[in-house]
């Protein structure tokens, strides 16, 4: 009798547990469900936010390659004296400004792209010193020297432009 029982217990219990077991398994996907539509909910409306901040970061990143770009950079910093190594230093200090002034636009953008763009900026001051190591003896030779050296290359700021646009791209 008392093994009846206990099986008659069983019996009853059984669909008790199964119907709690199916219970819990259809809670918790709902829940991880609804978990995952309120990520997604406030990743898409971070996304609106934080995009036109994003742009504008890339933007003025874009603006700073264009003026550290030897060319312009030269056109628009004149000399203020005939010596070349205080040009010399007037042109590296302009482009160390400009890039201070721009070094929170670091934090919208991805590793990479800010990597490319220290590059840039390294390689663009690298070919100023480059051209100051010649024989020239004053600032407009050296002016001169630093726009024929970066006539036949590409320069690091259109190459640093180029990925910066390619990453804007990949946003969309």
Request: glycine fraction near 2%; aromatic fraction near 8%; charged fraction near 25%.
């Amino acid at each position: 009798m008392k093994g009846e029982q206990i099986l008659q217990m069983f019996g009853f219990l059984l669909p008790a547990v199964v119907t709690g077991v199916v219970a819990f398994y259809f809670f918790k996907l709902h829940t991880k469900n609804e978990d995952g539509r309120r990520r997604f909910l406030l990743h898409k409306d971070t996304q609106k936010n934080t995009l036109p901040i994003r742009l504008q970061a890339y933007e003025r990143m874009a603006l700073f390659l264009e003026r550290i770009a030897i060319p312009s950079l030269v056109v628009r910093v004149a000399p203020k004296s005939p010596d070349k190594n205080e040009y010399e230093s007037l042109l590296i200090k302009s482009i160390e400004t400009e890039f201070d002034h721009n070094l929170s636009q670091q934090i919208y953008m991805t590793d990479e792209c800010w990597n490319v763009i220290k590059a840039a900026k390294s390689a663009t001051i690298q070919m100023i010193r480059k051209a100051a190591m010649s024989e020239t003896d004053s600032a407009d030779k050296l002016r001169e020297d630093v726009l024929t050296e970066t006539m036949d290359k590409t320069s690091p700021s259109t190459t640093a432009l180029s990925y910066v646009k390619k990453e804007i791209g990949d946003l969309w």
